[in-house]
């Protein structure tokens, strides 16, 4: 089955940083996009950041550019997120997803729209606090 793990989450002070690993398995495919979503507590899940694998394509939600960064590694199936000038209002359990239904010619503003992912992985906590 489809399978999404999550690492690289903790405790960090404000400024600090973060690498977010999501790593896919039971999954093949020429075309998809992997999301990083985050909820914080009391708050609705909220898209971060999406990649296209087959072409490299990104989004970025506008409160974490310039901070964030992602990145893939088609050999290995795994999607980075690097988190740089991490800010109390980045702590939030981070989950990614996989929108199946990518194409060559999706545009990147669906990237952060869920219903277009069909599975999700069991987050990892990212915690910014001095």
């Known amino acids: 089955q489809v399978q999404l793990v999550e690492s690289g989450g903790g405790l960090v002070q404000p400024g600090g940083s973060l690498r977010l690993s999501c790593t896919v398995s039971g999954f093949t495919s020429d075309h998809y996009a992997i999301g990083w979503f985050r909820q914080a507590p009391g708050k609705e899940r909220e898209g971060v950041s999406c990649i296209s694998f087959g072409d490299g394509r990104t989004w970025y939600a506008d409160s974490v550019k310039g901070r964030l960064t992602i990145s893939r590694d088609n050999a290995k199936n795994t999607v980075y997120l690097q988190m740089n000038s991490l800010e109390p209002g980045d702590t939030a359990v981070y989950y990614c997803?996989?929108?199946?239904?990518?194409?060559?010619?999706?545009?990147?503003?669906?990237?952060?729209?869920?219903?277009?992912?069909?599975?999700w992985g069991q987050g990892t906590q990212v915690t910014v606090s001095a």
């Open positions: 997803g996989i929108d199946p239904n990518w194409s060559a010619i999706t545009i990147m503003a669906m990237c952060p729209m869920e219903w277009r992912y069909d599975y």
